[in-house]
């Protein structure tokens, strides 16, 4: 079986209670090194009243080079934050070193990482800086992925974004990490900018697209399709992978079908990376009602690659 490593998340929401009540589901399909302390998931176990399972020993666990922290349920912490941050790049370690064939990772509060003084907002930017490439975001399930060009930037400083070249490398990247037959590339202006009534960033995106097919000798990339009939029925059966030139206009949608099904997956990098596709949860953590499907599904995504 393939060796998972998997990041613990902020250990005050409900990453430790997915991690637990996961792990005889896993353990039949993967192995996990669980980059955390065995004695914190005894803790965890004995304040959500949910037993630790026989099967998880001290072995499966490498924790990261820090002392072992106290869990303060809903809460943000820099401890925490730094804790986190550790598990995170123990498991990208792992994944380099070749001792774990892909990285998971539970979800981390982004203020406590800034409160632990990490620079980057998010496992994503993390994972660019540390490998020095453009990570790309893709978040869905198999039924529907959503790629985005553009992820965690304000909506004001999209449009500067827009640009053919970029696109191009984009669409390539995207091509060869998450190949598929056909991709429906979204406009950013409503109606897709109406023939540039409503802005001309369509114009570059189209120019990309005829880049990026010419290029691969077929017409893959499809659009430019205005957002708002995007995902219409007839849309959804024709394809699996959307391409949104920003955060919400692709993952309202996703979120609004698939919430509890869809994972996030890190593209275009030397190592793999998947994870749940939703945070901490502090309105819920330790009360016994995380629901595992997101983590169970990343697991699976990474053991099948």
């Given at each position: 079986m393939k060796k998972i490593a998997i990041s613990c998340g902020d250990i005050n929401g409900v990453g430790l209670e997915i991690l637990l009540k996961a792990h005889e589901q896993i353990?039949?399909?993967?192995?996990?090194?669980?980059?955390?302390?065995?004695?914190?998931?005894?803790?965890?176990?004995?304040?959500?009243?949910?037993?630790?399972?026989?099967?998880?020993?001290?072995?499966?666990?490498?924790?990261?080079?820090?002392?072992?922290?106290?869990?303060?349920?809903?809460?943000?912490?820099?401890?925490?934050?730094?804790?986190?941050?550790?598990?995170?790049?123990?498991?990208?370690?792992?994944?380099?070193?070749?001792?774990?064939?892909?990285?998971?990772?539970?979800?981390?509060?982004?203020?406590?990482?800034?409160?632990?003084?990490?620079?980057?907002?998010?496992?994503?930017?993390?994972?660019?800086?540390?490998?020095?490439?453009?990570?790309?975001?893709?978040?869905?399930?198999?039924?529907?992925?959503?790629?985005?060009?553009?992820?965690?930037?304000p909506l004001k400083e999209v449009s500067s974004h827009i640009k053919r070249e970029r696109l191009f490398e984009f669409f390539k990247a995207l091509y060869h990490t998450h190949t598929k037959e056909s991709y429906c590339v979204m406009g950013l202006n409503p109606h897709a900018g109406d023939g540039g009534m409503i802005g001309d960033e369509e114009r570059e995106i189209q120019l990309a697209i005829k880049q990026i097919n010419n290029e691969l000798g077929k017409e893959v990339f499809k659009g430019v399709y205005p957002p708002d009939c995007s995902f219409i029925p007839s849309r959804q059966k024709e394809f699996d992978t959307w391409i949104a030139m920003y955060h919400d206009v692709g993952l309202c949608v996703l979120k609004a079908i698939y919430f509890e099904e869809s994972i996030n997956v890190s593209l275009n990098l030397p190592i793999l990376r998947t994870s749940v596709d939703h945070g901490v949860a502090f309105d819920i953590a330790y009360e016994g009602k995380a629901n595992i499907t997101s983590y169970l599904n990343a697991i699976a995504y990474a053991s099948a690659k």
């Open positions: 353990i039949q399909t993967i192995s996990p090194i669980y980059c955390v302390h065995y004695e914190l998931l005894s803790t965890a176990s004995s304040l959500l009243s949910l037993p630790l399972p026989s099967s998880l020993t001290p072995s499966m666990c490498l924790p990261p080079p820090l002392p072992l922290p106290t869990i303060s349920p809903k809460t943000i912490s820099q401890e925490s934050g730094a804790y986190s941050y550790e598990s995170f790049i123990l498991g990208c370690k792992l994944c380099e070193e070749r001792k774990a064939s892909a990285l998971v990772t539970l979800p981390i509060h982004k203020q406590a990482w800034q409160l632990a003084g990490v620079r980057e907002i998010g496992h994503t930017q993390a994972l660019s800086a540390r490998y020095k490439k453009e990570a790309i975001m893709m978040l869905g399930c198999e039924k529907m992925f959503v790629a985005l060009y553009t992820d965690h930037i």
